[in-house]
């Protein structure tokens, strides 16, 4: 969905909620309910993410995954139809510390 996208692009930039709502012009709290899903933005605001994010908009909405290799490595993904999906390339190491951490608390820390 468009908030793990959002999410996922926003912690590749390096940036906070807060630093994301400032740029597009938003409250931090809509940032957070695009995130969760519970609010989803309209077209202006649409582009206003995709320009920040430095993404296209057709992007956004068609989203990135985040698969692991066979060595272990973090890669972001784009499914382009079928069962087949591009490489967008390996996640840095902060937003792999990020992804970690992320599974370790839906797993319970195991």
Do not use: F
């Amino acid at each position: 969905m468009i908030g793990e996208t959002i999410r996922l692009l926003r912690v590749t930039q390096g940036m906070t909620p807060e630093q994301l709502a400032g740029a597009v012009g938003v409250s931090d709290e809509s940032i957070r309910r695009y995130e969760e899903n519970s609010w989803h933005p309209g077209t202006e605001i649409m582009s206003r993410l995709a320009n920040v994010l430095g993404v296209s908009v057709m992007e956004l909405v068609g989203g990135y995954s985040i698969l692991l290799d066979e060595a272990d490595k973090m890669l972001m993904v784009r499914h382009i139809g079928g069962n087949v999906i591009r490489v967008i390339g390996e996640v840095t190491e902060n937003v792999e510390e990020y992804y970690r951490k992320e599974v370790d608390k839906l797993c319970g820390g195991k």
